[in-house]
Every structure is written in C-alpha cells, then in structure tokens.
C-alpha cells in the first residue's frame, strides 16, 4: 500500500504565496510522475502542475492559468513534491490534492490520491 500525504493549505490574501507539501510512501519501487490537481464544488477536477523524471532531469508542465506564478518541484530521493504558489488570486481557491503515479515492486503503475488540503484566496 501507499499512502499519499499533503500539507500546507489555509487563508491568504490576494498576492500572498504558499507552499503545498506532498509526501508519498509505502510500497514504492519508483515513481513515475507526481501532480497537482484542484477542484472547487461542482466543477471537475483540474491539473495545476505535474513533474515526470528522466535521467538526471525533471520536467514540469503547467495549467495556462498558473503559469509564470506556480513553481511545482520534487525530490526523487525522499517521494516528496512541493507547489510554491505565488501571486495568488481568488480564482485560485480550491482543494488541492496530489496525484502520484507509482511503480510497484512487481512493476506494474498504479495512481494514488491524497485526501486534499483547502487553499483559500480572499481578503
């Protein structure tokens, strides 16, 4: 089993920043890619950032919409990602969650979710 944990959501006012956390662990032979989703009530879950591994580099992807302000990063060694959110905005708030795709020791990939953080944007 894996087990995916976040961290770092709350309040902050337009133009603050903050800094999402994602741990993962348990049975884990490598990981293939780690991502940040986030969802508000009634609409569908949207991918904010995703880092993949290649050799000795890791490549980002980004939503248009948060471009130039998010910053995602990971450390291959300890399973762990991280979201710096700067220049927030209100149309920002939602859950967060992290989405993590992970090799099994039988190699085969399965994807796991954490149970989400809130971030909340507004003065």
């Known amino acids: 089993q894996v087990q995916v944990v976040e961290s770092g959501g709350g309040l902050v006012q337009p133009g603050g920043s903050l800094r999402l956390s994602c741990a993962a662990s348990?049975?884990?032979?490598?990981?293939?890619?780690m991502a940040w989703y986030r969802q508000v009530p009634g609409k569908e879950r949207e991918m904010v950032a995703t880092i993949g591994s290649g050799g000795n580099a890791n490549y980002a992807n980004y939503a248009d919409s948060v471009k130039g302000r998010f910053t995602i990063s990971r450390d291959n060694a300890e399973n762990t990602a991280n979201l710096q959110m700067n220049s927030l905005k209100p149309e920002d708030t939602a859950v967060y969650y992290c989405n993590v795709r992970v090799v099994s020791y039988g190699l085969s990939l399965y994807t796991y979710w954490g149970q989400g953080t809130q971030v909340t944007v507004s003065s």
């Open positions: 348990g049975s884990i032979f490598s990981i293939n890619s």
